[in-house]
């Protein structure tokens, strides 16, 4: 059983680039949600997610942040015209049921340059 | 006041030592407590979750008091792979979402 898969483990960026983040959830698992974390600070929640919805999105930046979790496939979050406060570790959890605790994946540590 | 408040530490204890963490949160209306603990540039990992009549897992025990708004973690008999970041999390509005608030973490450093 595979845990909660995240790609590319590290992502390099110039200014204005695009980035794409990938997650795919435990086996089973319909919550997924996404956390950031800046050098030394701790984890920000960002958005929550299930197939297809987007439930919760109230940590996420109103510009050039978005996420979807496709009904086929893994969920994204795309940060558009990326700047150098983006440069964090991104971290995607996916949880079974409300209530229980997340899985975390290794998450993808975005660097812009 | 933060929503969920730790001491950053960092705490620096002897190999053998019982060490204890507390962590304080803003909202009366939690419902579910965890521990989490992350290593330097890893993943967060679940410890354990914090139960009403607290819990113990081997050197581990969590416990919570609902009228003080605390939760701890206590540590026995520390081991130099102890060394980590510890996070408190709180699912801070139960119900129709689920989102975890961290903690910002304390920081514990085994020595020989």
């Known amino acids: 059983n595979a845990g909660v898969m995240q790609n590319p483990r590290h992502l390099v960026r110039r200014r204005g680039q695009e980035a794409r983040l990938r997650c795919s959830p435990m086996?089973?698992?319909?919550?997924v949600y996404w956390y950031r974390q800046l050098p030394e600070e701790g984890l920000k929640f960002m958005v929550y997610?299930?197939?297809?919805?987007?439930?919760?999105e109230s940590g996420m930046p109103k510009e050039r942040f978005s996420a979807e979790f496709p009904k086929e496939g893994p969920s994204i979050l795309r940060i558009q015209q990326v700047v150098r406060g983006d440069s964090a570790a991104y971290f995607c959890?996916?949880?079974?049921?409300?209530?229980?605790?997340?899985?975390f994946g290794s998450g993808t540590r975005l660097t812009v340059v | 006041r933060k929503e969920v408040e730790q001491d950053p530490g960092p705490f620096n204890v002897p190999e053998g030592a019982t060490v204890a963490f507390n962590c304080t949160y803003s909202?009366?209306?939690?419902?579910?407590f965890f521990w989490y603990r992350q290593d330097c540039r890893k993943e967060p990992k679940l410890l354990m979750s914090?139960?009403?009549s607290g819990n113990e897992d081997g050197r581990f025990t969590a416990q919570l008091n609902r009228a003080s708004q605390y939760i701890s973690l206590l540590i026995r008999d520390s081991k130099l792979s102890d060394s980590a970041t510890y996070l408190c999390?709180?699912?801070?509005?139960?119900?129709?979402?689920?989102?975890?608030?961290f903690g910002t973490g304390t920081r514990l450093q085994v020595t020989l």
């Open positions: 959890a996916s949880q079974l049921d409300r209530g229980n605790g997340y899985t």
């Open positions: 086996k089973g698992h319909s919550h």
């Open positions: 997610l299930q197939k297809e919805n987007i439930i919760d």
């Open positions: 909202n009366s209306a939690s419902q579910s």
């Open positions: 914090v139960y009403s």
């Open positions: 999390v709180v699912n801070m509005r139960p119900g129709t979402a689920s989102k975890l608030t």
